[in-house]
């Protein structure tokens, strides 16, 4: 019996789903195949892991099993199995964000979890230099942080990481390596588990590197190589790191926070319980109208929180609302119409303005002409234009993923262009970059949508002002 016991608890110690309710894998996208690690409770996090050159092996199971004792939904990554999918693409250089956020997507959707959780990015050794790539090159609040262990800012790849949102590298050795540079613009925190006896990074070079990164921070790991081998001398470190990123303030969070505008106009909150951002305006001529502005499904972004910028910048306060976090879960036109009108009027009353406008950005833009169309009477009234920044054909008022495989349920769709038609008591106007679809924008100015053409692709060419200028000519163009 002895001997059994003993066996037990030897097996619990090195088993790796010990700790977990269970351990799941399956394959997804350029992943290929993926070991995901559940919490005992609702998760508090979503963690996606890189691993180093060495493959999903204990060494990083051991690391991951950590995360899932303090909350979290851990998916394992095989840098080896991803690196060889984007080694197939023809493209010229990679974008990794978009894949790990739809990775994200799709576990939580599949997992179904309450609500969206930002995904924490750890990695380590070669995992650790792509996660610092891929939190740069994401545009701000894709993902909640980064934590690297064994951080070294050279990457093997054959082909450089996409700039995105502003990613610099320059070449070590052509199509065989990449340096990456240090950024001075994230707003999320990257933190950096290194330890002093490690030689295969060194540590005075990487000290220096997180000097130069603004939300940066390295902890020191005195008795540590590049293995990480002796778990007690980096266990306590590692979970202190990832309480840090836990609990560090959402970009949202951070923009009202840092709004010194804001704050000095002690506005009364709003009664109900919404994810909004609020962008006031120093200008105080009433004539110029409020803006409800719904976010595209990536959440709010910098994207958004530009054009909210440049709309305030010329007298136009903006209410901005996270589409990715009020519609995780399915809504109905009339709900999401109702909680709105709420907002606008609370609003309009506490920046004492007599009309807004709606404006929706792409998945935003979908759905802004249905929620319109369940404003009250009143509130109709006072709405003086609707603008949907590259919409598309169908609306859906729930985030989800094409390829889910079913595991989102059946969906009502709803068509964007015939509601437009339907709006006749309203002004629509439809923003797009003269680089998206022609036969796109016909079927909105057939709808009866007054078309107005920005340069760019979907983006704009990362110029989100660019609307936020059509919007503003087009109001004072009305207003004249």
Same mark, same amino acid.
């Given at each position: ?5 003993? +066996? ?33 409770? /609702? ?18 199971? %051991? ?11 851990? =998916? ?17 250089? $990679? ?73 610099? @590298?320059?070449?070590?050795? %052509?199509? #065989?390596?990449? $340096? +990456? ?20 990074? /060194? ?7 997180? #000097? ?23 266990? &306590? ?11 560090? &303030? ?7 926070? @840092?709004?010194? +505008? ?8 709003? &009664?109900?319980? +919404? ?10 001529? /009433? ?20 054009? =909210? ?31 709105? %009108? ?7 009353? @506490?920046? #004492? ?7 929706? $950005? ?10 319109? /169309? ?16 590259? &919409? ?19 969906? %009502? ?15 629509? $106007? ?36 660019? =609307? ?13």
């Amino acid at each position: 019996m002895k001997a059994l016991i003993f +066996l037990i608890l030897v097996l619990s110690i090195f088993n790796p789903s010990a700790h977990a309710l269970s351990v799941d894998t399956l394959r997804y996208g350029n992943f290929g195949k993926i070991v995901i690690y559940k919490p005992g409770n /609702d998760p508090n996090s979503v963690v996606l892991f890189v691993s180093g050159d060495g493959g999903w092996n204990m060494g990083v199971v %051991e690391m991951s099993q950590r995360l899932v004792q303090q909350g979290a939904l851990v =998916a394992g990554i095989n840098i080896k199995l991803y690196f060889k999918s984007l080694y197939r693409t023809t493209s010229t250089c $990679y974008y990794p964000a978009a894949d790990f956020e739809d990775l994200s997507l799709m576990l939580q959707k599949r997992y179904r979890l309450d609500t969206y959780h930002k995904p924490i990015l750890v990695g380590y050794s070669s995992g650790a230099t792509l996660v610092y790539g891929i939190l740069v090159q994401a545009p701000a609040a894709t993902f909640q942080g980064a934590i690297s262990l064994g951080f070294c800012p050279d990457i093997e790849i054959n082909k450089p990481l996409c700039a995105g949102s502003g990613l610099k @590298q320059h070449v070590l050795k %052509e199509g #065989k390596s990449f $340096y +990456l540079e240090p950024s001075e613009k994230l707003t999320a925190p990257f933190i950096a588990l290194n330890g002093t006896k490690d030689l295969v990074c /060194d540590f005075p070079s990487t000290q220096q590197f997180l #000097k130069e990164v603004n939300t940066g921070v390295l902890i020191e790991l005195p008795m540590v190589g590049h293995g990480f081998a002796v778990l007690s001398n980096w266990i &306590p470190q590692f979970k202190e790191a990832y309480h840090q990123v836990l609990l560090a &303030p959402s970009f949202a969070e951070q923009k009202n926070a @840092q709004n010194t +505008l804001l704050q000095s106009q002690n506005l009364d909150p709003l &009664p109900i319980d +919404l994810p909004i951002v609020l962008v006031p305006t120093s200008q105080t001529d /009433d004539s110029k109208p409020m803006v409800f502005l719904v976010s595209g499904d990536g959440g709010w972004t910098n994207f958004d929180h530009s054009i =909210a910028e440049s709309l305030a910048e010329k007298g136009m306060p903006v209410v901005g609302l996270d589409a990715q976090k009020y519609f995780w879960n399915g809504k109905t036109p009339e709900v999401t119409a109702l909680e709105v %009108e709420k907002a606008v009027v609370h609003y309009l009353q @506490q920046w #004492k303005r007599k009309k807004f406008i709606l404006v929706g $950005y792409s998945f935003g833009a979908n759905v802004v002409p249905f929620i319109a /169309d369940k404003f009250s009477e009143e509130l109709k009234d006072l709405l003086s234009g609707i603008y949907c920044l590259s &919409p598309n054909l169908k609306a859906d008022f729930e985030i989800h993923l094409m390829d889910m495989l079913g595991w989102g349920g059946k969906r %009502e769709s709803y068509n964007v262009p015939e509601q437009i038609k339907k709006n006749e008591q309203f002004k629509t $106007y439809c923003i797009f970059g003269d680089e998206e679809e022609e036969a796109l924008r016909a079927r909105f100015q057939e709808a009866g949508a007054q078309i107005l053409i920005v340069p760019g692709n979907h983006h704009y060419n990362n110029n989100p002002s660019a =609307a936020g200028e059509a919007i503003y000519k087009q109001v004072e163009h009305s207003d004249d």
